[in-house]
């Protein structure tokens, strides 16, 4: 059984910054990738970044240069500093991790719950 849980929303001012943080736990052999995407009432849930175990990052267009993903593969954890917050950056952020529970098994895509963030004044 694996467990991904975020952290780390909130309300913030335009300009402002946020770390979000997403922790896997239970039974992990290795993960593969990490990555986040936010999704808005009535929209599809998009990619924002992601990053591989060798370090490997992608960025969604809106976001580079105010985001960066960062991984911490001995504790099966993804972090995503947001600086630079603008109102449109507003959704409910997902963690999506891919991993495998068993030496050389398939992987495995698992999500989190979701945590918000909202960016008004």
């Known amino acids: 059984q694996v467990q991904v849980v975020e952290s780390g929303g909130g309300l913030v001012q335009p300009g402002g910054s946020l770390r979000l943080t997403c922790a896997a736990s239970?039974?992990?052999?290795?993960?593969?990738?990490m990555a986040w995407y936010r999704q808005v009432p009535e929209k599809e849930r998009e990619l924002v970044a992601s990053?591989?175990?060798?370090?490997?990052?992608t960025y969604h267009d809106s976001v580079k240069g105010r985001f960066t993903i960062s991984g911490d593969n001995a504790k099966n954890t993804v972090y995503l500093q947001m600086n630079s917050l603008k109102p449109e950056d507003t959704a409910v952020y997902y963690c999506?991790?891919?991993?495998?529970?068993?030496?050389?098994?398939?992987?495995?895509?698992?999500w989190g719950q979701g945590t918000q963030v909202t960016v008004s004044s």
């Open positions: 999506r991790q891919f991993l495998t529970t068993v030496v050389g098994g398939p992987t495995f895509s698992y």
């Open positions: 990053i591989t175990s060798a370090g490997t990052t």
């Open positions: 239970g039974t992990i052999s290795s993960i593969n990738r």
